[in-house]
Every structure is written in structure tokens, then in C-alpha cells.
């Protein structure tokens, strides 16, 4: 008897080509950064040369570039072994890291090893981000509409684990962390009701805090004497040496809400004290110097004057020296990065596919509002870098593998077609655990 061979249909070839649109944002980003780190620390002597602190910030650029280059090339579902090294990494420096930190800017929050000074909260971010998208695709719900409650608890425990990392290296990187968790939670698909609470909680909690910080300001403040001065002092400056910084927390806060119920902030005095407001001040001046056309790269008058103007308030000087346009033009390059991130994760065929590429892209991105925003004056002053700009080895590592793993999402789980984007159906290729269904896919 003749046995019929059973032919099998070939595989339409696939044209593998990453998004060019990230890497449009990306390049434009580094090539900001250049000319913008080397204005901002034009004052900056390394071994008595100006030249040697911007040939260093281009070779961590270069290093950065080779980390997207080499992840844009590697499929996808090699992130998750990737995911467990860097998991692990991060939270033993996030624990050693008090014990046998360094201060940076007031904080113990970096290990120096020689060669670069790590600070632990970036690695953490990454991780967090990683590992809470691998979880979520996995706790799926069988039919495929959404985040199982199982899902739902692990993801809180997570969030919770790594913000309890982070609590003592930065309030902000603590409060990055958990926005970047609860938004992917979000677009896992949580139930409706859930989401509606959490809106509840949050409401009410800003109100509540609102309506404290209104009281407790309304009250008569008993007259002050030399004692009661030193005493203050001393308790806000226990505060801000303690591991927790709860004194430097309190100083921005309160700082920053009495400009929002003060009709002339501006004519408040300049304190140049640890936690004081000279580096809003500074930013302020940076900006109106620039008076919306800007100055020119290399005509910053505020780099001199403003502490890390390379780093944690890049914004100001790119808004000084290249004026509005200059400042806009950066801003759409990270809506660009998470709006193309959004578009691409809709194609997406697997549940992790989706939450990868947003992870990373909102790790990036939602990094880059808050440094913006401070350097605006529209959020409390904190340290945050600007993803890609400002000068830091650690961050422009990280931030430049996040790059390297959107573009390997672009490159594996979609096709650029004539009509737009198009799914691929890349289930040959990935582990049985990481073939979810992508619950966003239907928006």
C-alpha cells in the first residue's frame, strides 16, 4: 500500500529589518547629547583638559551604541535568560549598595568599582521591568482576555519588592519603578473594576494630602527663636543624612507646594543649603536666559552656576542654548519612542512581545517626562537623568540595552509592509512559556 507523503507549506520568508523610526529618535538623541554634554561641562577639567570629560561621555555613547546594535540583532526570547542575570544583579547591588555605597548628590546610592561607579537603581529599573513583562505574559488567563488575579497579586509583590529596593537610593527612582509596574499591569488588561479603585485610592489620596499640607500651613506658627531655629535645623539635617533622606524629601515637597499657593514664587530667596532650591532657581534662569530662541551651544550662562547641569538638568541648559525649538525637538523624540512602541506592541502576536517593548520603552520614556518636568519646575526637584542626553556611564548603559531589546521586538515580532505594520507569527520561536496571546491586540 502506497503511503501518500504529506508535503508541509513553506514558510513565507520573512524580511527581518528593525524600526527605523526608534533608531531615528535614538541617534538624534545621542547627537543632542554630544554637543549638549560637552557645552554643559565645558568648565570641567579632567587631567587639565576640557577635552577628556566629553571623549569620555562619547566613548560610554559608543559602548551604548554596540549594547542596541548587539540586542536589536538578538531575538527576543533571549532576553529572558538575559532577564535572570540582570534580576540578580541588581538586587544584590540595590542591597549592598547602603552598606557599601558611595554618596552621590547628598544619597548613598552608587558602588564604585574603579572603572565605573554604578548606581544600583538603574540596573533595578531595567530588571523591574524585565522581569514584571515575563511574569504578566505568563499569568495570562487561558481564554485570553486579560491579567489572571494570580497575575494581579504577583505583579503587586513584585512592584512592592523592588520600590522596597529603592526606597533609601531616591524617592524617584522608588516612584519610577511603580509607575512603570502599574502602567504594565494596566496594559495586561486588568479587570475594569480594579482599575476604577486604584483611580478611587489615588484620587483620594492626593485630596487627602492637598487638604493636610492646606491645614498645616493655614496654622499659626509660634515665634521663632534662635533655640527653635537651631532645632529645626538640626532635625531637618538628621533628615537628610539618614538613609531615607526624609529631611530632603520634606524640603522639595514643601518647597514645591508653597510655589503652587504662592502667587510670586519668584521673589523667594535663593538657599543654596542640601535640599535647598538654588538648582530650580538656576534651571529658571537657564530658561529665561535662553528667551525662547535660544543662545547658542557654548553660550550657556547657567552651566557655571548650576550643579550637574550635565546631568539632572540637561533639559535646562538644551532649552537655554537651542531655545524652545531645540527643547520641543527632544520631547517629540520620546513621544515618538513610546508612540511607535504602543504601535508596534498592538501588532504583536505574544503577550510578552507587547509588554517587552512597552516596558522598555517606559522605562525610557516615562525617565525622560520626569527629568523634563523637574527642569520645568512641574514636579518636585529630584536627581533623574535624561535618558540617552545626560552624561553618566550606568544610565546610558541601561538605557541603551532597553533601546536594543524595543528594536529586537520591532525586528522579530513585526513586518513593515507596504500597508503598515504587520504581525508575524513567531510561535516556532519562542518557548512554550512565552506563547500568550497578546490581550492588547484586540484595542
Known amino acids: 500500500m502506497e503511503t501518500e507523503e504529506i508535503k508541509k507549506v513553506p514558510k513565507k520568508k520573512v524580511k527581518y529589518t528593525s524600526d527605523w523610526t526608534l533608531w531615528a529618535c535614538y541617534i538624534i538623541l545621542c547627537a543632542v547629547s554630544v554637543v549638549e554634554v560637552f557645552s554643559a561641562s565645558s568648565l570641567e577639567l579632567k587631567n587639565g583638559s576640557v577635552y577628556l570629560p566629553i571623549a569620555s561621555h562619547v566613548r ?3 559602548i551604548g551604541f554596540l549594547l542596541v546594535f548587539g540586542f536589536e540583532h538578538l531575538h527576543y526570547k533571549f532576553t529572558k535568560i538575559f532577564m535572570l542575570f540582570v534580576v540578580a544583579i541588581s538586587v544584590l547591588l540595590a542591597v549592598l549598595t547602603p552598606f557599601v555605597g558611595e554618596s552621590v548628590n547628598g544619597a548613598v546610592r552608587a558602588i564604585n568599582f574603579g ?4 548606581q544600583a537603581a538603574e540596573p533595578c529599573k531595567l530588571a523591574s521591568a524585565m522581569l514584571l513583562a515575563y511574569v504578566l505574559s505568563r499569568l495570562q488567563k ?4 486579560g491579567l489572571s488575579v494570580k497575575g494581579v497579586w504577583w505583579g503587586i509583590g513584585l512592584i512592592m519588592l523592588f520600590v522596597a ?8 527612582n522608588a516612584i519610577l519603578v511603580f509607575v512603570v509596574g502599574v502602567t504594565l499591569m494596566i496594559l495586561s488588561v486588568l479587570p475594569q473594576k480594579l482599575i476604577n479603585i486604584g483611580v478611587i485610592v489615588v484620587v483620594l489620596g492626593i485630596a487627602g494630602l492637598a487638604t493636610v499640607y492646606i491645614i498645616d500651613n493655614n496654622k499659626q506658627e509660634p515665634e521663632l527663636t534662635e533655640q527653635t531655629i537651631e532645632e529645626k535645623k538640626d532635625k531637618s539635617q538628621k533628615g537628610v ?3 531615607f533622606r526624609v529631611g530632603t524629601w520634606e524640603n522639595r515637597i514643601n518647597d514645591y507646594l508653597s510655589d503652587l499657593f504662592d502667587p510670586e514664587p519668584y521673589k523667594k530667596p535663593t538657599s543654596y543649603a542640601v535640599g535647598g532650591n538654588s538648582q530650580k532657581h538656576h534651571a529658571f534662569m537657564a530658561i529665561a536666559h535662553g528667551n525662547g530662541v535660544g543662545v547658542m551651544p557654548g553660550n550657556s550662562r547657567e552651566c557655571s552656576r548650576l550643579q ?3 546631568s539632572d538638568y540637561i533639559y535646562a541648559i538644551i532649552i537655554e542654548e537651542l531655545g524652545l525649538f531645540g527643547g520641543i525637538i527632544v520631547l517629540l523624540c520620546y513621544l515618538g519612542i513610546i508612540i511607535r512602541a504602543c504601535m508596534i506592541s498592538q501588532k504583536c502576536k505574544s503577550a510578552y512581545a507587547s509588554l517587552l517593548i512597552m516596558g522598555m520603552a517606559l522605562v525610557i520614556v516615562y525617565q525622560a517626562f520626569y527629568h523634563m518636568s523637574i527642569s520645568l519646575g512641574l514636579l518636585p526637584v529630584s536627581g533623574q537623568t535624561l535618558p540617552f542626553i545626560s552624561k553618566g556611564g550606568t544610565s546610558i548603559l541601561v538605557m541603551s540595552i532597553a533601546m536594543g531589546i524595543m528594536l529586537s521586538v520591532s525586528r522579530f515580532a513585526v513586518e513593515r509592509t507596504d500597508s503598515g505594520l504587520k504581525t508575524i507569527d513567531d510561535d516556532d520561536e519562542l518557548p512554550d512559556d512565552l506563547k500568550a496571546d497578546n ?3 484586540g484595542f
Open 241 to 243: 543624612t539618614s538613609k
Open 165 to 172: 529596593l529603592l526606597v533609601t537610593q531616591g524617592g524617584s
Open 439 to 441: 490581550p492588547a491586540a
Open 60 to 62: 560610554w555613547l559608543g
Open 115 to 118: 572603572f565605573i561607579s554604578v
Open 308 to 310: 550637574l547641569a550635565f
Open 142 to 145: 487561558p481564554d485570553g482576555t
